[in-house]
């Protein structure tokens, strides 16, 4: 495993692989922005989505070959989480609320395009896109290629980055 000194505004953060005991880590940062991800507040209707953002969910995706995340650590604690699925689609990209707009998500995206662009992707990436992200998508370079979806209580923007 190795670990990656990353200074990313005036902070400094720590970038690793995750690994199995990284779940509920994870998961708890996720959840921690689930008011940003669906649509009722509360996260009613969406249960289906939180499950699948539950420790057993995101400790089986780490166990899988399909699936690469890289983790942000700022001071030991987790400031962000990417994961790339089939070396194309933006499976996850979370910055916890505190560290909103200091860099980190800009520097995990760039990690995660680099290592699949190294293993071969082609150049083109896709993610769904909640709506309050949707503006850092545009900024890293995707654009949407749908209107906006719901489904599962969330609501979504596909988008895609061609390189």
């Known amino acids: 495993m190795y ?17 199995a005991a990284d779940a509920a880590a994870i998961s708890a940062l996720i959840l921690s922005l689930q008011p940003y991800l669906t649509i009722e507040p ?12 539950s420790p057993d969910i995101i400790r089986r995706n780490l166990q899988d070959a399909n699936y690469r995340y890289q983790l942000a650590f700022e001071g030991g604690a987790l400031a962000g989480v990417v994961a790339l699925r089939d070396n194309s689609h933006l499976f996850s990209l979370y910055v916890g609320s505190a560290w909103h707009g200091q860099g980190v ?18 150049g083109s990436f896709t993610v ?13 370079g995707f654009t949407a290629t749908g209107p906006v979806a719901e489904m599962h209580g969330i609501r979504f923007i596909p988008m895609r980055l061609e390189l």
């Open 3 to 19: 670990w990656l000194k990353e200074k990313t505004l005036s902070r400094e953060f720590e970038i690793r692989p995750a690994v």
């Open 128 to 140: 769904n896109s909640s709506t309050f992200a949707e503006a850092m998508y545009r900024h890293l």
């Open 42 to 53: 509360d996260g009613s209707g969406a249960e289906e989505f939180l499950l699948s953002l």
């Open 105 to 122: 998500g800009r520097r995990l995206w760039e990690l995660a395009r680099d290592a699949a662009l190294a293993r071969g992707n082609p």
